[in-house]
């Protein structure tokens, strides 16, 4: 149960940090800011999907709950690593840059056009880099919240 708990917070904030990078890099690039989780609707939708700028359930609903689910099994992965123990918060950055990293060479390396996140659609590669980067800040922030202190231990005496 615990394994399950840190899976879904390190997943949910990692998602919600993410998408809000996504929301403020579509903007920086002039886009809708809502273009990028639109476009993760693709794998239903098709391309079209990542130009679509307006909210909606089709797109907008679908894609961020595509997204969610995809940084929830990235934490259940990393949360599997970590095994619950406590860990300095470097430790956290670099693993989440690690399993961040994973994530963008099995999406865009791995995995069919079809099921990528579809990000390429509306945004540059810079952009894109910079969204997994605030994927990883978010599965070390979750990770912050779930796992106990590293200095918790180190009581005075």
Known sequence: MRLLFRTAVTGSIASLVSASALMLLARGEGKGPLQPLNA???WLQGDRAGHV???DIAHTAVGFLTHHASAIFWALLLERFWGGGARPAPALLRD???MSAL???VDYGLTPKRLTPGWEIPLSTRSMILAYGALAVGFAAGAVVTHRPFNENKRPG
């Open 40 to 42: 993760t609707s693709h």
């Open 53 to 55: 700028k307006r909210g």
């Open 96 to 98: 989440g840059f690690a």
């Open 103 to 105: 994530a963008a060479a």
